[in-house]
């Protein structure tokens, strides 16, 4: 997808007016120092402390964290729910901060889905599957001969067709997921978010909900941001974003290799994510490894940065450099 696909709107912002390259010109998300606080009484509550975020068309990324880490928090602003107090949101063209009452109810309509953890959140219980399908579809005007061929498509992808006209209570939590999926894709987003989807459910019942997700991204090309709790779901997305505090701080990025005999293996590589004021998080597990705290010693290699703890020996490694150095 390219800037074309932008929409021509009042918020959405001109990706080619600045000269320079503005951060995250060319993702579908944009999430710039992005800050959220909540005032209970006499209480700030931050939740959300300068997040940065970027998310590209087509990819499906895992967003996981401890339990009031912010997740929620960030989801309900990129699905429009929630303003954010400060920083920058993007997504697809449309800003965030500065949409209009009917924008936002356009944006909610047709440019993004979200599927809750709450399965009775999803659904309204006295319409049939079938039906809470085609009502998205109501809203935005489609034609009700179209919006039922959908509906019925959406469902049959999901492995839902035969169980489309039962009411959600005569519905499994995992399949009552399912068609919260399909009510998500009804309007054709480009991005569906769902937070925590398979958190009520077995894992069994959440690989199939997952499945349905990964369905929505690689068959229907929307781009998937799932808030998972489940080790085993976000091992298979190509990228999981920890969320620490209210800010990102860690991404493993996986990818398959082939090696020299045909085999393929997964490798899964941890990035840290590194601010425009140079801040950077280091896993817990590395710090723990080497006990870095406090203070770290730091060296600038030509292609890496070193890492000490404070009072090792220089040069880190015994390597050629460093003995040059101590000879002269
Ligand atoms: P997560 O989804 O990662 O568990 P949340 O985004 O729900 O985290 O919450 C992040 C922090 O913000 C928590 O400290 C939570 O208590 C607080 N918080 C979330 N929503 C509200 C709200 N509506 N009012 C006040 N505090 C809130
Ligand atoms: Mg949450």
């Known amino acids: 997808m390219t800037a074309t696909a932008l929409p ?16 995250g010109s060319d993702a579908l998300i944009v999430c710039d120092n ?30 996981v964290g401890a339990s009031g880490s912010g997740k929620s928090t960030l989801l309900n602003i990129l699905s429009g729910l929630d303003v954010p107090t400060a920083g920058r949101a993007r997504v697809a063209g449309w800003d965030l901060l500065r949409m209009t009452t009917a924008d936002r109810l356009a944006y909610r309509r047709e440019v993004v889905g979200f599927v809750w953890q709450q ?45 489309a006209h039962r009411r959600p209570a005569e519905l499994s939590g995992g399949e009552q997921q399912r068609v919260a999926v399909a009510v998500a894709l009804a309007n054709r987003p480009q991005v569906l978010f769902a937070d925590e989807p398979t958190g009520e459910l077995d894992s069994a019942t959440g690989d199939e909900v997952f499945a349905a997700l990964r369905a929505a991204n690689t068959q229907l090309g929307a781009t998937v941001v799932v808030v998972t709790h489940d080790e085993g779901v976000h091992t298979q997305v190509q990228r999981t974003v920890a969320i620490r ?84």
Request: proline share 6%; glycine share 10%.
């Open 119 to 163: 399965t009775a959140r999803n659904l309204l219980p006295y319409l049939t599957a079938l039906e809470n399908v085609v009502l998205p579809m109501a809203f935005a005007g489609m034609r009700a001969r179209t919006r039922r061929r959908r509906a019925a498509e959406l469902l049959d992808m999901l492995g839902m067709g035969p169980k």
């Open 34 to 63: 992005l800050v959220r606080i909540y005032q209970v009484e006499q209480i700030e509550v931050q939740a959300l402390q300068g997040l940065d975020l970027l998310v590209h068309p087509g990819e499906m990324v895992a967003i």
């Open 245 to 328: 505090d209210g800010r990102t701080s860690s991404e493993v990025v996986r990818r398959t290799e082939i090696d020299e005999f045909g085999a393929s293996s997964v490798v899964a590589e941890e990035y840290a994510v590194l601010d425009r004021a140079g801040r950077l998080q280091l896993p817990k597990d590395y710090r723990a490894a080497l006990g870095l705290r406090d203070r770290v010693r730091l060296e600038l290699e030509p292609d890496h940065v070193g890492v000490w703890p404070d009072g090792a020996p220089r040069g880190g490694r015994p390597g050629r450099r460093h003995d040059e150095r101590s000879e002269r």
């Open 8 to 23: 021509t709107h009042p918020g959405a912002e001109g990706a080619a007016t600045s000269a320079h390259r503005e951060y």
